[in-house]
């Protein structure tokens, strides 16, 4: 005898809306616990000997607590005892992992390929956590976000939907999305989103395989936020927004002739439009010569019939 899902529910005890609303929280704490690997591991290049209490003091996971964290933390491998140790970055059990689709591809135009990476920066012994998205031919920040938390939705979603944005009179259809396997970049309002605009997702096994989003969060945090008096989470977001402006309209790139990400893109658009209107013009030409031809012919088979 069968029984459908919602007689299961009433037998149980228990409603529907209970079971997705568990479903939905259980899905946040994934999100949340999946990055935290990777902030411990960028936290121990710095304090190499930092142990487990301390960093849940420096990180202050709202979603777990402290004893919590310490098995957690046991149970990943970051015992500062073990020498040697295997860091994983994701929990591979459920995880969504998309295929790598921009290895070995030549990228050669905007809107080719975005990459996103998510990064923390230390405020009076408070972490907060900053995302970027670029394009990866011009290196430009189209989307950012500076959040108190690790949800989807104050890190990775707003900032995809500043870049959405920053495009808007683009076609985004085939576009690759380019990041680590963090949680925040297969959760489900994150693929819907992408979904929406024929994004395609992309991921990569090892941080140097998303080097452009990397250097960018050193660049920005290096040489911009480092050097400002930053002692709330307003005067970070304020200083990031500035950070954003100076490196994606004045901090020139090797890679881009010396210039900055605007005025590289600036000149694509520029270049294009003269190819396009040389190209209208030669075929204008064209047109107006065919239509000359058409006019002579035709008036020389007038002529043979008037004689």
């Given at each position: 005898?069968?029984?459908?899902?919602?007689?299961?529910?009433?037998?149980?005890?228990?409603?529907?809306?209970?079971?997705?609303?568990?479903?939905?929280?259980?899905?946040?704490?994934?999100?949340?616990?999946?990055?935290?690997?990777?902030?411990?591991?960028?936290?121990?290049?710095?304090?190499?000997?930092?142990?487990?209490?301390?960093?849940?003091?420096?990180?202050?996971?709202?979603?777990?607590?402290?004893?919590?964290?310490?098995?957690y933390c046991k149970k990943s491998g970051f015992m500062i005892e073990?020498?040697?140790?295997?860091?994983?970055?994701?929990?591979?059990s459920g995880v969504i992992r998309f295929p790598d689709f921009i290895k070995e591809l030549n990228i050669v135009r905007l809107n080719q390929v975005w990459q996103s990476d998510i990064t923390y920066y230390e405020v009076n012994g408070k972490f907060y956590y900053i995302t970027f998205i670029i394009d990866s031919y011009s290196r430009r920040i189209l989307g950012y976000s500076v959040s108190c938390r690790l949800l989807t939705s104050q890190t990775t979603l707003p900032a995809?939907?500043?870049?959405?944005?920053?495009?808007?009179?683009?076609?985004?259809?085939?576009?690759?999305?380019?990041?680590?396997?963090?949680?925040?970049?297969?959760?489900?309002?994150?693929?819907?989103?992408?979904?929406?605009?024929?994004?395609?997702?992309?991921?990569?096994?090892?941080?140097?395989?998303?080097g452009k989003a990397e250097r960018v969060n050193g660049v920005i945090k290096n040489n911009y936020l480092r050097h400002k008096q930053i002692n709330s989470f307003e005067k970070l977001v304020k200083e990031v927004d500035h950070a954003v402006s100076m490196y994606n309209y004045e901090k020139p790139h090797i890679k881009l002739k010396r210039k900055s990400p605007i005025q590289f893109e600036n000149n694509l658009l520029s270049l294009n439009r003269k190819k396009t209107a040389k190209m209208t013009k030669l075929f204008d030409a064209k047109i107006n010569k065919t239509l000359l031809l058409a006019n002579i012919k035709s008036s020389e088979k007038q002529g043979k019939k008037t004689a």
């Open positions: 005898m069968s029984m459908s899902l919602n007689q299961l529910y009433r037998v149980i005890g228990i409603s529907k809306q209970a079971v997705h609303k568990m479903l939905n929280l259980n899905q946040k704490r994934k999100d949340e616990s999946e990055q935290l690997n990777r902030f411990i591991e960028e936290i121990r290049k710095d304090h190499p000997t930092m142990g487990m209490r301390d960093l849940y003091f420096k990180i202050k996971p709202e979603f777990m607590g402290r004893d919590q964290f310490e098995s073990k020498k040697k140790r295997h860091c994983v970055t994701t929990d591979s995809l939907n500043m870049a959405i944005k920053t495009r808007c009179n683009s076609d985004l259809k085939g576009l690759i999305f380019h990041s680590d396997g963090g949680g925040q970049y297969y959760a489900q309002e994150f693929l819907k989103k992408t979904k929406a605009f024929g994004i395609i997702n992309s991921m990569c096994k090892n941080a140097y395989e998303n």
